[in-house]
């Protein structure tokens, strides 16, 4: 009896001893290395111009939105300043022209009325003149009237009738001032579309010089590189400085194809560096990489296929703030959490 015994209790122990080698692989596999980073930031230049100031330097504090450079705006005032007295001009013209508007629309009418009534006088003396002829013609053949008086008469009519065409002519222009009062308004109205076109470009001007300050992220940073100093040239899209968020710091880590599926985006996990070991800082699966690293040009077998490994980050969710960007660590997944 007791030698059966004997085989099954080495039979256990062996059993014991494989879920325990099991289970130490599996341990072991679910460990993933990595480094601690952070996400820099490249603050550049927008516009081309001379840097005068960039008051901060590697390690500095950076409030949020702080001013990280200043470029000299000498050029683009001169542009502001001259764009604000062509629109003071235009708005001088508009004023005088108005005004003009302002005077035709006030006389024209009356002056209108006046050389109508001018006319209205001129054609009632005609009519009296061609009256006067037609007497004096009747009266000289009878005798009562001299050639001379007739004459006379005659010459009457005549200066009426020219009064008459005078008269149409000068009533004529008169009118012809009410188009000139519509060209006026037109013109006015041509002033302006000019006036608030150059303030569109002057309001473009000055979101432009806006650019000659440039301005930190909206939270506070922590400047890791500089790369202009005053009197440096700066042209679109130089970099002026690096910072870095000092409470957006990840881990990034490498998992193996076989275990992508257990570590997908909001997976918890647990981050032990080596600078602290024993204490574990939550984390969080942030990023998972849709292609595999390291892919052989030609895969042959199930081993080729898994020595493929998907690039990671891990949130750190607590006390980012003071971990080292370099620092070594290792994450693993929290234990009884499922795969998200």
């Not at 629109?87 to 508009?94: G, L, Q, T, Y």
């Given at each position: 009896?007791?030698?059966?015994?004997?085989?099954?209790?080495?039979?256990?122990l062996?059993?014991?001893?494989?879920?325990?080698?099991?289970?130490?692989?599996?341990?072991?596999?679910?460990?993933?290395?990595?480094?601690?980073?952070?996400?820099?930031?490249?603050?550049?230049?927008?516009v081309?111009?001379?840097?005068?100031?960039?008051?901060?330097?590697?390690?500095d504090?950076v409030?949020a939105?702080?001013?990280?450079?200043?470029?000299?705006?000498?050029?683009?005032?001169?542009q502001?300043?001259?764009?604000?007295?062509?629109?003071?001009?235009?708005?001088?013209?508009?004023a005088?022209?108005?005004?003009?508007?302002?005077?035709?629309?006030?006389?024209?009418?009356?002056?209108?009325?006046?050389?109508?009534?001018?006319?209205?006088?001129?054609?009632?003396?005609?009519?009296n003149?061609?009256?006067?002829?037609?007497?004096?013609g009747?009266?000289?053949r009878?005798?009562?009237?001299?050639?001379?008086?007739?004459?006379?008469?005659r010459?009457?009519r005549?200066?009426?009738?020219?009064?008459?065409a005078?008269?149409?002519?000068?009533?004529?222009?008169?009118?012809?001032?009410?188009?000139?009062?519509?060209?006026?308004?037109?013109?006015?109205?041509?002033?302006?579309?000019?006036?608030?076109?150059?303030?569109?470009?002057?309001?473009?001007i000055?979101?432009?010089?806006?650019?000659?300050?440039?301005?930190?992220?909206?939270?506070e940073?922590v400047?890791?590189?500089?790369?202009?100093w005053?009197?440096?040239?700066?042209?679109?899209?130089?970099?002026?400085?690096?910072?870095?968020?000092?409470?957006?710091?990840?881990?990034?880590?490498?998992?193996?194809?076989?275990?992508?599926?257990r570590?997908?985006?909001?997976?918890?996990?647990?981050?032990?560096?080596?600078?602290?070991?024993?204490?574990?800082?939550?984390g969080?699966i942030?990023?998972?990489?849709?292609?595999a690293?390291?892919?052989?040009?030609?895969?042959?077998?199930?081993?080729d296929?898994?020595?493929?490994?998907?690039r990671a980050?891990?949130r750190?969710?607590?006390?980012?703030?003071?971990?080292?960007?370099?620092?070594?660590?290792?994450?693993?997944?929290?234990e009884?959490?499922?795969?998200?």
């Open positions: 009896m007791s030698r059966k015994i004997v085989p099954i209790a080495l039979l256990l062996a059993a014991a001893s494989a879920a325990w080698w099991n289970s130490r692989r599996e341990a072991a596999r679910q460990v993933y290395t990595g480094f601690v980073e952070g996400e820099e930031r490249l603050l550049r230049g927008e081309s111009a001379r840097a005068n100031e960039v008051p901060f330097v590697e390690g504090r409030p939105g702080a001013v990280v450079a200043r470029l000299d705006t000498a050029g683009i005032d001169g502001i300043a001259s764009r604000r007295q062509e629109i003071a001009v235009i708005a001088a013209d508009i005088s022209q108005k005004e003009r508007v302002h005077i035709a629309e006030t006389t024209w009418p009356t002056d209108v009325r006046a050389r109508r009534a001018e006319l209205d006088q001129a054609l009632a003396a005609a009519r003149a061609e009256q006067s002829l037609v007497r004096e009747e009266l000289a009878t005798g009562a009237s001299t050639a001379q008086q007739l004459d006379d008469a010459s009457r005549d200066q009426a009738h020219a009064a008459v005078r008269a149409r002519d000068i009533l004529a222009r008169a009118q012809a001032e009410g188009g000139n009062v519509d060209l006026a308004r037109r013109q006015v109205e041509t002033l302006e579309r000019k006036r608030d076109l150059s303030r569109a470009q002057l309001a473009e000055e979101v432009q010089r806006g650019k000659y300050e440039v301005r930190a992220p909206d939270v940073t400047v890791q590189t500089r790369f202009v005053p009197g440096e040239l700066v042209q679109p899209g130089t970099p002026i400085l690096s910072v870095l968020d000092p409470r957006d710091k990840y881990v990034q880590i490498y998992v193996p194809v076989e275990d992508v599926q570590m997908r985006v909001g997976r918890r996990v647990r981050i032990e560096l080596d600078s602290a070991p024993g204490v574990f800082i939550p969080e942030a990023f998972v990489a849709d292609q690293n390291f892919t052989p040009e030609k895969i042959e077998t199930r081993g296929r898994l020595g493929q490994v998907y980050k891990v750190i969710l607590e006390g980012a703030e003071r971990l080292q960007p370099g620092t070594e660590g290792n994450v693993t997944p929290v009884g959490e499922p795969p998200a």
